[in-house]
T-cell receptor, first 114, second 113 residues
Framework: TQLLEQSPQFLSIQEGENLTVYCNSS?????LQWYRQEPGEGPVLLVT?????EVKKLKRLTFQFGDARKDSSLHITAAQPGDTGLYLC??????????????FGAGTQVVVTP | DAGVIQSPRHEVTEMGQEVTLRCKPI?????LFWYRQTMMRGLELLIY????????DSGMPEDRFSAKMPNASFSTLKIQPSEPRDSAVYFC???????????FGAGTRLSVL
């Protein structure tokens, strides 16, 4: 069984500050997705990373996939209140699964105050 | 496209009552997923369908839970009888292909008193 951990569980920062959240696994990810869930809404896909060492940028968000494909990070530069939400990095339940069988953890709750 | 539509948005019921949650997936999507989200357990996959056929229901907690997809545009998740521990937010999601992006609805917040 793959163990998936997200850290920190909760993060509260002021507008304009930077933050980083982490997703770690005891086993290799074949690929990894990051979702953001805003209050009262369902999760929305932000990015998919596939290659070890891959870095993807989405405006002020930078996603990095570890070289060994066991971990990933999400860095937000100059956070805005609109970045508030629950950040999730699901994994496949089994290595042979398609994206259809995603397993989500508790995620990291980010609160950005004005 | 209107996205995945779930109803109701909120449901409050008493223990022992039957609860039915509804979902309309995005038109043209072949896969439909039901999830449950709680503070303790996070977001859990309950069951998913492909072309209206249930593929994997291993996440369904017990026999009180059942899900159907009578056609490509409608699915239900039923809890009978409901219990307080079923209180959670239930999400429906759909995707075009098995390896494609899942689009989530806004969820149904269920409170069982």
């Amino acid at each position: 069984t793959q163990l998936l951990e997200q850290s920190p569980q909760f993060l509260s920062i002021q507008e304009g500050e930077n933050l980083t959240v982490y997703c770690n696994s005891s086993s290799v990810f074949s690929s990894l997705q990051w979702y953001r869930q805003e209050p009262g809404e369902g999760p929305v896909l932000l990015v998919t990373v596939v290659t070890g060492g891959e870095v993807k940028k989405l405006k002020r968000l930078t996603f990095q996939f570890g070289d060994a494909r066991k971990d990933s990070s999400l860095h937000i530069t100059a956070a805005q209140p609109g970045d508030t939400g629950l950040y999730l990095c699901p994994r496949r339940r089994l290595l042979t699964d398609s994206w259809g069988k995603l397993q989500f953890g508790a995620g990291t709750q980010v609160v950005v105050t004005p | 496209d209107a996205g995945v539509i779930q109803s109701p948005r909120h449901e409050v019921t008493e223990m022992g009552q039957e609860v039915t949650l509804r979902c309309k997936p995005i038109s043209g999507h072949d896969y439909l997923f039901w999830y449950r989200q709680t503070m303790m357990r996070g977001l859990e996959l309950l069951i998913y369908f492909n072309n209206n056929v249930p593929i994997d229901d291993s996440g369904m907690p017990e026999d009180r839970f059942s899900a159907k997809m009578p056609n490509a545009s409608f699915s239900t998740l039923k809890i009978q009888p409901s219990e307080p521990r079923d209180s959670a937010v239930y999400f429906c999601a759909s995707s075009r292909f098995q390896g494609n992006i899942q689009y989530f609805g806004a969820g149904t917040r269920l409170s069982v008193l």
